[in-house]
Structure formats: structure tokens, C-alpha cells
């Protein structure tokens, strides 16, 4: 075999630089054997390892004079085609709102990107029944499939394939509408404000949904108010969407203030999240009064994924729940050490059981 076949089976040499891609280094074939020397950039999308990984400069910023010039993980994997996850989205739902599916993945892609510039969609392909994204790397894939279950419920499937260095992810949602909602024998006192914001019928039925839902996991609500705000220069140059949310339960009022930048799916499912994990807290106070040697569920953190944003907890039964950086409260997941106790509320997820939140 000649030294050209050898460099295009990916082979390693004899003699490797420190920032070679090579088998050895792990299951990705395009993982660096070595961290490289620093400062390294990427002359193809301008990323710069710093500080021990990959990052992106400041705005307007320059690489250093001198920095080492390569192509990175992400760069190459996309040059030559070859994916580290495949994501496939299908359904009747799909054909009625695929545009509002699009907005929502890069949205996501962006939020990801931002912190973590290998992990990017590499490309997408809308066929006639389903639509395929390939990523660069492998959490990604996850990431998109949460978001699309957090925010249209559906099917949502991550499959590791053994000896396979690519996830493939699948979300299906069959009904090509959301569910109409549920008339109550005593219609909720309910307060919908937008300032500036222009709610599409696709963003009304998902709020309206995700208050639904709301009160089916909390049935004593007695009133809610959801406030949405965009800033005055949103058209001209986007920004955050706001979305406040007010509920009056039985001796408390709650109130839930989150952002998102860009997209209006995103911002209201972050805020119904959040108000959900209040109203445990506040119904596990409830049951503290009626109740008042029953603790708060505990476990320890067995395995921490600081870069890929998830991890493991350990309960006292010995059984395992997945957790993501979104479910710790208070934006505290860099905190977060392996071995330490922290509190946990849990429910059973697509690929097992995980953690609506984590606190200590």
C-alpha cells in the first residue's frame, strides 16, 4: 500500500502530527489523537482551540499572528461526507408543519453551536414522506429529538449502533395536528398578551397545548396569564422573545419569567417547562404538609458529560436516570461534580427514565 492509500483509508503513519485524526484515538475515526498545540485555528470555518478545546472568537476578533492553521473535526467531516449522526423526522404531522420543524432545529443547532463549535448540521435533505439532517458529531442528534418531543410530543427513538461510529436518531408524529384541547367541566381563567409579537396558528396551538397540558399535570390551577414580549427592534434585527407566565394555584401564585433568542416555539416551551418543574416543587411542599417524614428524592451524580450538556444520577434503588443541562435549576450544571447528592424529580422518558430536575 502506498503512502496516498494509506492517508485516505485514514490510516496512521509511522510519524503523526499532533493534531492527526486517526482510528486509535476512539470510536470517532475523526476524534484528534492529541489536543493541538495552542493557539490552533481552523482555516475553514475559523474556530480556535483555546483553553484546551474548541471555540469560536470573540466578535470581530482575529486568530493570534502565528496560530497553527488546520482543518477541524467538523470541517472534515463535512468535506468528506461522512456524518457523525443521522437524524430522520416523518409523520403526517411533518406535512403540516414542516417550516415550524426547520425554525425549531436550527434554533437548536444554534444554541449548540454556540458553545460547542464541532457540533453542527451538516446537511439537510427534505424528501417527498420525511426529512433527513446528518450532524458532525454525535449529541447533536439527541439534542434535536428532545426539542422535538418537548415541543410536539411524538415518537422519538436515539439508537448507539455497536461498532457503528455514527448515532442515528428518529422523531415521528402521525396526526397532522395538535390535539384539540380538552374542554373542562369549568373553562380556566386564561389571559393570553402578546406585545409585538405575531403569533402564527401553529405558535397559538402549541401554547394553547402546552397550557393544557399544564393543567392536566396540575389540575388545581385556578387561573393563568402568559405574557408574550418580543424587543421594539425584533423585525429589524431579531432578538429575544420573552414569555412570562403567571399561575394561581391553592395558597400560592407562581410566576415564570424565561427568553429564548429568535424562536417563539422554543421561548414557550421553555417556560411551560419551567413552570411545570415549579408546580412539582410546590406539590411536593403540599404533600410535605399532609406528610411531613416524606423527603424530597435523592441521588448521586455517577457519570457527568460536562462537553456534550448531560448525564447520569444514581438513585438510592440503584437504577439510573438520564438528566440534561436543562433540567438543573437555577443554570447550575458546571456545578455539578461526579459523587454529589442532589435532589431529583423523575419521569419516564422515551429512552428511560430521566430527571424533569435536579437541585441541591
Not at 410536539?152 to 448515532?167: N, S
Not at 393543567?215 to 414580549?229: A, E, G
Request: charged content about 25%; aromatic content about 6%; glycine content about 8%.
Amino acid at each position: 500500500m502506498n503512502p496516498s492509500q494509506r492517508q485516505e483509508r485514514n490510516e496512521p503513519s509511522q510519524r503523526r502530527p499532533v493534531e492527526s485524526i486517526v482510528p486509535e484515538a476512539g470510536h470517532d475515526p475523526y476524534r484528534l489523537v492529541a489536543s493541538p498545540s495552542e493557539p490552533t485555528v481552523c482555516v475553514r470555518c475559523g474556530a480556535i482551540v483555546r483553553d484546551g478545546r474548541w471555540q469560536w472568537l470573540e466578535a470581530g476578533a482575529r486568530a493570534p499572528a502565528g496560530a497553527a492553521e488546520v482543518v477541524c473535526p467538523a470541517c472534515r467531516r463535512i468535506a468528506d461526507g461522512h456524518p457523525g449522526g443521522l437524524v430522520t423526522i416523518e409523520g403526517a404531522f411533518l406535512a403540516e408543519h414542516a417550516s415550524d420543524i426547520m425554525e425549531l432545529l436550527r434554533s437548536e443547532e444554534i444554541q449548540e453551536t454556540r458553545e460547542h463549535p464541532l457540533h453542527r448540521i451538516a446537511t439537510t435533505e427534505s424528501l417527498p414522506e420525511r426529512i433527513e439532517l446528518t450532524t458532525t458529531d454525535t449529541h447533536l442528534p439527541r439534542r434535536l429529538v428532545d426539542a422535538l418531543r418537548h415541543a410536539y410530543d411524538g415518537e422519538g427513538a436515539v439508537v448507539y449502533v455497536k461498532d457503528e461510529d455514527l448515532v442515528r436518531a428518529r422523531w415521528r408524529r402521525d396526526d397532522p395536528h395538535p390535539p384539540a384541547a380538552v374542554q373542562a367541566e369549568a373553562p380556566l381563567p386564561l389571559e393570553v398578551q402578546a406585545n409585538g409579537v405575531i403569533v402564527t396558528p401553529e405558535a397559538n396551538a402549541y401554547l394553547h397545548e402546552r397550557i393544557e397540558r399544564l393543567r392536566r399535570f396540575y389540575p388545581r390551577i385556578i387561573s393563568c396569564r402568559v405574557v408574550l414580549d418580543a424587543p421594539e427592534s425584533h423585525h429589524r434585527q431579531g432578538g429575544p422573545y420573552r414569555v412570562g407566565i403567571q399561575v394561581e394555584v391553592p395558597g400560592a401564585d407562581a410566576h415564570i419569567n424565561r427568553q429564548q433568542d429568535g424562536n417563539l416555539h422554543v421561548a414557550i416551551r421553555g417556560a411551560f417547562d419551567a413552570a411545570q418543574r415549579v408546580l412539582q416543587d410546590h406539590a411536593r411542599k403540599q404533600r410535605g404538609e399532609v406528610s411531613p417524614t416524606q423527603k424530597p428524592a435523592r441521588a448521586t451524580v455517577a457519570r457527568l458529560f460536562e462537553t456534550a450538556g448531560y448525564g447520569f444520577l444514581e438513585t438510592e434503588d440503584g437504577h439510573e436516570v438520564y438528566f440534561h443541562r436543562n433540567s438543573v435549576l437555577g443554570n447550575r450544571f458546571n456545578e455539578l461534580r461526579p459523587g454529589m447528592n442532589v435532589r431529583y424529580a423523575e419521569e419516564s422518558g422515551v429512552d428511560g427514565p430521566q430527571a424533569t430536575s435536579v437541585d441541591w
